[in-house]
């Protein structure tokens, strides 16, 4: 790792060329640590150069297979490239490293769900349950899917008053033209 003092320093001064300099010295050993990798590619991420960061954010992961973060900022790199199934991969190692990360699993929620990959989707969603933007995917899983439950959870997102609009964008999306005409609580 470069010299503490001076990179703190340029960190702190958001001074990103000077900690890039001092990162990439560090991370040029053969032996370079994936801290070091991965604070590369938070500030190549400041320098908005996500495909270079990419680049060192792989390879923290490789050398640092267990560390949350670097699975995280790997995905949200992944998707700045369009790159879904690497992020969707990412995503699904951060949840996996650590579950209670409700960044890591909304976004492997989102990720999924814009994928289609409905199954990978529901076990993202499910433990958010109750949450507005985990009930509308969970809807929005359960009629693509053509589960049982559909009308269940169509009928409690238009319940809550408050979520009636993006319920209704929800069931648009999904309807397979079955839109209420009547929404309950309505005359």
Same mark, same amino acid.
């Given at each position: *790792?470069?010299?503490?003092?001076?990179?703190t320093?340029?960190?702190?001064?958001r001074?990103w060329g000077?900690?890039?300099?001092?990162? !990439?010295r560090a991370?040029?050993?053969?032996?370079a /640590?994936?801290?070091?990798?991965?604070? $590369?590619g938070?500030?190549?991420l400041?320098?908005?150069r996500p #495909? &270079?960061?990419?680049?060192?954010l !792989?390879?923290?992961v @490789?050398?640092r %297979? #267990?560390?949350? /973060?670097s699975w995280?900022?790997l995905g949200?790199?992944a998707? *700045?490239?369009?790159?879904f %199934? $690497? @992020?969707?991969?990412a995503?699904?190692?951060?949840?996996a =490293?650590? %579950?209670e990360?409700m /960044?890591?699993r909304?976004s492997?929620?989102?990720?999924?769900?814009?994928s289609?990959?409905y199954e990978a989707?529901?076990?993202?969603?499910s433990?958010?349950?109750?949450d507005?933007?985990?009930d509308? &995917?969970l809807? !929005?899983? @359960?009629?693509?899917?053509?589960d049982?439950?559909a009308?269940?959870?169509?009928?409690a997102?238009l319940?809550? %008053? @408050?979520?009636?609009?993006a319920a =209704?964008?929800? *069931?648009?999306?999904?309807?397979?033209?079955?839109?209420?005409l !009547?929404?309950p609580?309505?005359?």
């Amino acid at each position: *790792m470069p010299g503490p003092d001076k990179l703190t320093a340029a960190l702190m001064a958001r001074d990103w060329g000077q900690a890039e300099k001092l990162l !990439r010295r560090a991370a040029s050993s053969k032996k370079a /640590d994936g801290a070091v990798l991965y604070n $590369l590619g938070k500030v190549l991420l400041e320098q908005d150069r996500p #495909g &270079a960061a990419l680049v060192q954010l !792989r390879k923290a992961v @490789a050398r640092r %297979p #267990g560390h949350a /973060d670097s699975w995280y900022e790997l995905g949200r790199t992944a998707l *700045m490239e369009n790159d879904f %199934p $690497l @992020a969707l991969h990412a995503f699904t190692r951060a949840c996996a =490293l650590a %579950p209670e990360d409700m /960044d890591a699993r909304r976004s492997l929620g989102r990720v999924a769900l814009r994928s289609g990959n409905y199954e990978a989707a529901k076990t993202a969603w499910s433990p958010l349950a109750g949450d507005a933007e985990a009930d509308e &995917a969970l809807y !929005r899983i @359960a009629a693509e899917t053509g589960d049982e439950r559909a009308e269940d959870l169509r009928q409690a997102l238009l319940a809550r %008053p @408050a979520g009636r609009e993006a319920a =209704l964008k929800t *069931m648009m999306r999904v309807s397979k033209g079955r839109v209420p005409l !009547r929404v309950p609580g309505r005359s």
